[in-house]
């Protein structure tokens, strides 16, 4: 089998995939999410692991199907779409996130605590939950979203490791 990835992000959730599953394949890099996007409809490559945002009007067009959604909980926007736990691959999260960074003065202190707009989340197919604990909402405080960050490098590096990627 053979897997394309146009971001990194799409790369290390598809060689956890690879790793967690024991599924052979092969890595077929792409300059960008829609050039692999492109030939995967194109039988080119045999699955991707995609961010939502590029592939949700594909799979709503009936071009590609959802199989599964990386996430611990089901993604509104994809309907009945299961999660991989529910898929049989017990244990495999992936989810993107951001976040933003301000220097510890008072104004930027507020605004980290001002409500998060979840209409917005839920229209770009995010998740305001941060993951992993799933009880801390956007935004958090900076002690929290550093032991997050750490937590969330520790993690991507010993798969980015054992999967050999290096640097582009």
């Not at 890099?29 to 991707?48: C, N, S």
């Amino acid at each position: 089998m053979t897997f394309s990835s146009g971001s990194s992000s799409t790369r290390v959730a598809s060689e956890l995939y690879k790793m967690m599953s024991g599924a052979p394949a092969l890595h077929v890099p792409y300059k960008g999410v829609p050039q692999a996007l492109t030939d995967l409809m194109g039988h080119q490559v045999d699955f991707m692991i995609s961010d939502i945002n590029p592939a949700l009007p594909l799979i709503q067009n009936g071009k590609l199907r959802a199989v599964a959604v990386t996430t611990s909980e089901r993604n509104p926007l994809l309907g009945k779409v299961p999660t991989m736990a529910e898929s049989g691959l017990s244990g495999y999260e992936m989810t993107a996130w951001v976040a933003a960074f301000f220097p510890p003065i008072r104004q930027s202190r507020r605004r980290t605590h001002e409500p998060a707009d979840p209409k917005r989340a839920d229209e770009s197919g995010g998740n305001r939950t941060l993951q992993p604990d799933r009880r801390s909402t956007f935004p958090i405080d900076a002690r929290r979203a550093g032991r997050f960050v750490r937590s969330e490098t520790a993690k991507w590096a010993k798969v980015i490791k054992a999967a050999g990627i290096e640097p582009e």
